[in-house]
């Protein structure tokens, strides 16, 4: 089992930068492929970015060269890096840690970021 709680979230006016964080509690943290995901009203959830266990990372084409996914396991963290932010950045950011092959699914609560123009 494996609980997030995200952090990080404000609001900062375009072309700003936030940093997104998730602490995560449980055993095994290492062993999860972790990812962002974000839902703007009327949307459906998106994927922001993603890192396997092995450091392989992902990102969705809105926000390439723009984030950054990171990760700590000592710490059992991970980092959304937002950089040149948008007002369609808008949302509500959530953190996810997940394994195919047990079949293990975890999601945080969300943390909201809102851009102005």
């Known amino acids: 089992q494996v609980q997030l709680v995200e952090s990080g979230g404000g609001f900062v006016q375009s072309e700003g930068s936030l940093r997104l964080s998730c602490t995560a509690s449980g055993n095994n943290f290492g062993i999860y492929s972790i990812a962002w995901y974000r839902q703007a009203p009327g949307n459906q959830r998106e994927l922001v970015a993603k890192i396997t266990s092995g450091g392989h990372t992902n990102y969705g084409d809105s926000v390439a060269g723009r984030f950054t996914i990171s990760r700590d396991n000592a710490k059992k963290m991970m980092y959304l890096q937002m950089n040149s932010l948008k007002p369609e950045d808008t949302a509500v950011y959530y953190c996810?840690?997940?394994?195919?092959?047990?079949?293990?699914?975890?999601w945080g609560q969300g943390t909201q970021v809102t851009v102005s123009s």
């Open positions: 996810n840690a997940y394994h195919l092959g047990l079949r293990r699914d975890y």
